[in-house]
């Protein structure tokens, strides 16, 4: 039932996505203008002219228009603890597919990437209060998150998974029922876990939300849980690590990957996400995923 749900949202995104795309000419002016058409529902709602005309008069898109944090600079929020979207590194940089692609859009734009690193279930306030420009943080959207967020186009598709013991009796997304998951706090593989069972969930009382990923996977190695539920890429990355777990062949949700906004940062909404067209439709995103994942 929750997939049917997300799904939905998701393909509606995407009719959007390509009706704009098809009524465009080539030329990022025009690009630009699409997207106010193609972009959040607040924008269906408001009429697209008057957001349309305030972002086509140039072709690249003038700081001016848009509301930041700090002059010349785009602070991303996001949690570096989810490789191989982000992560930070030993100098006290920070790597991973969501930084490069923001370094890309902030170049793009004329701006410099400033990356604000916190608590995963902090990053869509930093940006609703001002504190940051955009939250990127391979965010997952849902509903509820449209709401206070107005979300780009995705750039990447994502699973939830399942990780288990190898000796562990759970085979299928049906062995979960009455186990004792781990997640990670605020993310949709908690959300969606903690549901109720006829909203596809496992019921509240079966789901422990752990700070990180890791944490809950250091649970589930102690015992303390029987399966975590966490995005693919980081899950393989924590089965990699830590030797006697494995990853059920079924998945339990699908989901797609997108850069959130402030709903009063149209200018800048209109930038990012003509930028994320661009990205993918030139293959640039394309290539910076495929430098992390190896298939
Ligand atoms: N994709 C998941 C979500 O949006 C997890 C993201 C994360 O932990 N960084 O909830």
Redesign the pocket.
């Known amino acids: 039932m929750k997939k049917k749900l997300i799904a939905g949202i998701l393909a509606a995104g995407m009719a959007l996505g390509l009706a704009a795309c098809g009524g465009s000419a080539s030329g990022s002016s025009s690009e630009a203008s699409s997207s106010a058409a193609s972009g959040s529902t607040a924008a269906s709602t408001e009429g697209v002219s008057g957001a349309a005309a305030s972002t086509s008069a140039s072709s690249t898109v003038s700081a001016g228009d848009m509301k930041l944090v700090e002059p010349g600079k785009l602070h991303m929020a996001t949690?570096a603890s989810?490789p191989p979207?982000e992560s930070t590194t030993d100098d006290g940089g920070f790597t991973g597919i969501d930084i490069d692609i923001a370094t890309k859009i902030a170049s793009d734009l004329g701006l410099e990437l400033v990356v604000d690193d916190m608590d995963?279930s902090s990053v869509i306030t930093s940006v609703q209060s001002g504190k940051s420009d955009i939250a990127m943080?391979?965010?997952?959207v849902n509903e509820e998150r449209q709401k206070n967020l107005d979300f780009t186009e995705s750039y990447a598709n994502?699973i939830q998974s399942v990780i288990v013991s190898k000796d562990s009796d759970i085979k299928s997304i049906d062995d979960l029922k009455g186990k004792k998951i781990g997640c990670?706090e605020?993310?949709?593989?908690y959300?969606d876990a903690s549901d109720t069972e006829e909203n596809g969930g496992f019921g509240e009382e079966n789901v422990t939300a752990y700070q990180d990923?890791a944490t809950a996977v250091n649970a589930l190695m102690q015992g303390k849980v029987d399966a975590v539920i966490i995005?693919n890429e980081p899950a393989k990355a924590y089965v990699a690590a830590n030797d006697g777990l494995t990853i059920l062949d079924t998945n339990y949700d699908e989901?797609e990957?997108a850069i959130g906004i402030a709903k009063d940062n149209k200018a800048l909404y209109d930038a990012v996400n003509s930028e994320i067209k661009k990205l993918k439709e030139d293959g640039t995103i394309k290539g910076i995923i495929d430098k992390y994942i190896k298939e």
Do not use: K, L, V
């Open positions: 949690n989810f979207y995963f943080a391979g965010m997952t994502s990670q605020g993310t949709t593989g959300i990923g995005d989901e990957y």
